[in-house]
């Protein structure tokens, strides 16, 4: 059964930083198209930064230049490191993976947790 734990979430000021992990359980596949989405109240979910398919990394442009996605195999985790967070940075925020590590939609869904940035 696949599962996956993100941490890393909280309160902060405008312009602070918080780092996001997210550990795949039971995913015996390359981490390597792992990705993280998030969904602020009253709008869709939106991707944050993952890898598509040709492209080694993509960030949204709303983030891009302030959060670092970064990951260990090793350890079945990646990372989201926000800096400079901005009120429109409020939001849950998801890890997912998609099916048998191929690069493509979400297969499966972390729990989110919360990221709260007030001015």
């Known amino acids: 059964q696949v599962q996956l734990a993100e941490s890393g979430g909280g309160s902060v000021l405008a312009g602070g930083s918080l780092r996001l992990s997210c550990t795949a359980s039971?995913?015996?596949?390359?981490?390597?198209?792992m990705a993280w989405f998030r969904q602020a109240p009253g709008k869709e979910r939106e991707g944050v930064a993952g890898?598509?398919?040709?492209?080694?990394?993509y960030y949204a442009d709303s983030v891009k230049g302030r959060f670092t996605f970064s990951q260990d195999n090793a350890k079945k985790t990646i990372y989201l490191q926000m800096n400079d967070l901005k009120p429109e940075d409020t939001a849950m925020y998801y890890c997912a993976a998609p099916d048998r590590g191929v690069c493509g939609n979400p297969a499966y869904w972390g729990q989110g947790t919360q990221v709260t940035v007030s001015s």
């Open positions: 039971g995913y015996p596949y390359s981490i390597d198209c």
């Open positions: 890898r598509a398919p040709g492209v080694d990394r």
